[in-house]
């Protein structure tokens, strides 16, 4: 896909919808998306890459410490005490024998820490995953059609990391407002060799190393500032590649700035209600990505359920990496 006109989001954004559309592809009442091509088939095969026995977790923490800084009321996770030990030490549960316990409980907004983007989280000129009408489909009562927990059962399966940000970058990182091209993961999995090549069914996840810089410098505008991210002419490479999802170290998956001079998140707007495509966001690779570097493998087992929250459009994650 060729640079688009930086004037005319407009014009970009539908005729890559156009071009890549799935909608109808795996019938009226879909409610999976691009999670269709992770059968049971590429399960099976994924299930031989645990030679090592080694777990990764690619998550973040969910703290009040977070990144969020309130963007359309999305907070860091509130955590409260209902039960503590010092209760129990006063003798204040009301429970026999000596025996107490703690309890608490979180407030936090499904999409403020590491996550998946349902397909209800996003729009195209107000129709929603696989041509439905957004305001029927997504209400006060949650997305009744695909909610997010219908996807509870389906992301296990091969795992691929693409470190941009060590392929491409400088000390494994890459600026904000890089745009991640093609060209860019192509020449990564090149680098990387055979176990990073990408098809049909796998879950991709990207380094771009700018979570690596919040981890060492703070969080500054990590939350909806400027950082590296895949370039909307990856629209193509998205839908021919057949990946069940995709996920990144970054706040917003794309580029940021994004590609035009006056836009937001257009990538969103192709691959997700377009396309079908689950987008993760906020993951933490880096201890994964240091591994796959000292062995040479860039292939493993991954396990990324959301949490089956009735008519979600997006939820918390904690993704397990096992080599």
Request: glycine share 14%.
């Amino acid at each position: 896909m060729n640079a688009p006109d930086r004037t005319d989001p407009e014009g970009a954004i539908a005729a890559a919808a156009k071009a890549y559309s799935n909608w109808g592809r795996w019938g009226a009442d879909d409610r999976l998306g691009t999670l269709n091509f992770l059968d049971e088939a590429k399960r099976r095969q994924a299930a031989g890459l645990i030679r090592q026995g080694v777990s990764f977790s690619l998550s973040q923490r969910f703290d009040m410490d977070g990144p969020q800084k309130g963007w359309r009321r999305r907070t860091n996770p509130v955590h409260t005490m209902l039960d503590t030990g010092t209760d129990a030490a006063a003798g204040l549960q009301g429970f026999p024998h000596g025996i107490g316990g703690a309890d608490d409980v979180i407030a936090m907004p499904l999409q403020c820490s590491t996550q998946w983007d349902g397909l209800g989280h996003i729009f195209d000129h107000g129709r929603a995953w696989n041509g439905r009408d957004a305001a029927t489909t997504v209400t006060s009562d949650g997305d009744r059609v695909t909610g997010i927990e219908h996807m509870a059962h389906q992301i296990a399966g091969r795992g691929v990391l693409l470190d941009v940000g060590r392929a491409i970058g400088t000390d494994g990182e890459l600026p904000d407002g890089f745009a991640i091209t093609e060209e860019h993961l192509r020449a990564t999995i090149e680098a990387q060799g055979p176990s990073s090549a990408v098809g049909r069914g796998d879950i991709v996840i990207v380094r771009t190393g700018q979570f690596s810089r919040v981890r060492r410098d703070g969080w500054g505008e990590y939350a909806g500032g400027p950082a590296p991210g895949l370039s909307f002419t990856t629209a193509g490479w998205l839908h021919r590649t057949e990946i069940a999802a995709i996920a990144t170290d970054t706040w917003g998956f794309e580029v940021r700035p994004n590609e035009f001079d006056h836009a937001f998140q257009p990538l969103h707007q192709v691959a997700i209600p377009n396309i079908g495509l689950l987008i993760g966001e906020m993951w933490d690779p880096d201890a994964l990505a240091e591994h796959c570097a000292a062995d040479g493998s860039y292939e493993f087992w991954l396990t990324a359920a959301p949490l089956p929250i009735t008519g979600a459009v997006g939820s918390p994650v904690n993704p397990v990496a096992v080599k």
